[in-house]
């Protein structure tokens, strides 16, 4: 083959590379955590179809003109997702959930985290109460608060999702599990013979979305038409399908 041609066709991979290395251009990939349940996340056959990250994945991707795709991940493979950009970002989660660099939106989905308990389990006055009481947990989470009261005597009972970890209290294997008030309030309204109690409120926050640095798409024009469905009232709206 000429060394003239080799050389046109090296410059033209060189030029096409950047292009390759961003298939998904006209894309907005964002992560479906595999260790959430309604009504943060539904799967159906392995496939997100529903839940407040999907609405708000959709809602956000529409105004950016791209196209949303999702991509199922469990608590140790969002950080090496998001920074090597291979995701653009992950809504529902705070800075201190995950390790790792990102650009963070404003706070837009407000949640508090409790305890939750079965109906015939004791009740508790405080988080001392738990110490070394089993407590339903999702592996990889952290729960500083929790952690900081009852240290070494914090008996988690990992689950490898918050759908099991509910399941896991039900079936009477945990006493008590941690979750989110959006998670019991869901469980409440569609599963009413359940039975179960909010115990203990420990923590109230605003949610956010985590944006890869290596992102293709621009985080100020995403922070941009975030700061746009806060004031238009769009995530209320989203919110206020699962209440």
């Not at 000429?2 to 590379?17: D, G, I, N, Q, R």
């Not at 738990?130 to 407590?135: A, Q, R």
Request: proline letters at 7%; glycine letters at 6%.
């Amino acid at each position: 083959m000429p060394k003239t041609f080799l050389s046109l066709l090296s410059v033209l991979m060189a030029a096409l590379s950047p292009l390759a290395a961003h298939a998904g251009a006209g894309e907005l990939v964002m992560l479906a955590p595999l260790d959430q349940t309604m009504p943060i996340v539904r799967f159906s056959n392995g496939a997100l179809d529903g839940g407040i990250v999907k609405d708000v994945g959709d809602a956000l991707a529409q105004r950016l003109g791209l196209r949303p795709v999702y991509v199922n991940v469990d608590v140790p493979g969002v950080t090496p997702a998001l920074t090597s950009g291979r995701a653009d970002a992950m809504c529902y989660v705070l800075p201190f959930w995950i390790d790792g660099d990102y650009d963070w939106s404003a706070p837009l989905l407000p949640d508090t985290e409790l305890v939750v308990a079965r109906a015939e389990a004791p009740r508790l006055r405080s988080l001392k109460d738990l110490k070394d009481k089993p407590v339903g947990t999702v592996a990889g989470y952290r729960y500083p608060r929790i952690e900081q009261v009852l240290g070494k005597r914090f008996a988690r009972v990992d689950s490898a999702s918050m759908d099991i970890n509910v399941q896991q209290m039900i079936a009477g294997k945990t006493p008590y599990t941690v979750a989110g008030e959006s998670t019991l309030v869901y469980l409440q309204r569609v599963h009413p013979a359940l039975k179960l109690r909010p115990e203990l409120v420990f923590s109230s926050y605003k949610a956010q979305c985590a944006f890869s640095r290596k992102s293709q798409v621009p985080f100020t024009d995403a922070n941009r038409v975030i700061d746009a469905m806060l004031r238009e009232g769009v995530i209320d709206q989203i919110l206020a399908r699962y209440r």
